[in-house]
């Protein structure tokens, strides 16, 4: 796998827009071999469509913790 660390991205405890607004910012500055790891409190299911509806893909872990990560990365 080459590409490097993920860029972290904790929006818990962020009210909605404000997450999805946020991650699609940084997704914007997205370099075609960098990923961005989205830390969330709950499952962020409007964010899957926009995702696919723009060239990306993405991986979701969910946490004993309650938490979910969200992996992102532009699709070739």
Do not use: H
Not at 9 to 36: F, H, I, K, N, Y
Request: proline share 11%; aromatic share 8%; net charge negative.
């Amino acid at each position: 796998n080459a590409m490097g660390t993920p860029i972290m991205l904790d929006v818990r405890c962020l009210e909605p827009p404000e997450p999805m607004e946020r991650v699609l910012g940084a997704l914007s500055t997205l370099g075609p071999d960098e990923q961005l790891l989205m830390i969330i409190d709950r499952q962020p299911r409007p964010l899957y469509r926009i995702l696919q509806n723009n060239g990306y893909d993405y991986r979701e872990t969910f946490k004993p913790e309650g938490i979910f990560e969200i992996l992102i990365w532009q699709a070739r």
